[in-house]
């Protein structure tokens, strides 16, 4: 499986963005995607995730401010980021695995491409 992610720029705070994630050579049927992000100087971590039932997780800050959702016919998925915080900048990259979600990012394989989102106070 190919991930590429897409997306992402520069807005001020209280903004929306979003980035996506696409995928190639398989479905997301049984697949779990994760948004996760990496500020610099700190560990990456886990945003969003939609796991291979559909079931979505989200970290506690953005809950009720970002969404995710997931397009099994297309193979992609999306994160919806609204009311953004200068604390939400970061590269944020999608991952996937083919197993339950895990809030480790160790623990994913496959990795698409970093995307840069900056907010700005």
């Known amino acids: 499986v190919q991930l590429q992610a897409s997306g992402g720029g520069s807005v001020q705070a209280g903004g929306s963005l979003s980035v996506s994630c696409a995928a190639s050579?398989?479905?997301?049927?049984?697949?779990?995607v994760g948004w996760f992000r990496q500020a610099p100087g700190k560990e990456r971590e886990f945003v969003a995730g939609?796991?291979?039932?559909?079931?979505?997780y989200y970290q506690n800050s953005v809950k009720g401010r970002f969404t995710i959702s997931g397009d099994n016919a297309k193979k992609m998925v999306h994160l919806q980021m609204n009311r953004l915080k200068p604390e939400d900048t970061a590269v944020y990259y999608c991952?996937?695995?083919?197993?339950?979600?895990?809030?480790?990012?160790?623990?994913?394989?496959?990795w698409g491409q970093g995307t840069q989102v900056t907010v700005s106070s």
């Open positions: 991952a996937g695995r083919m197993s339950w979600l895990s809030y480790d990012w160790r623990e994913y394989d496959n």
């Open positions: 050579g398989r479905t997301f049927s049984d697949y779990t």
């Open positions: 939609i796991s291979r039932n559909g079931v979505s």
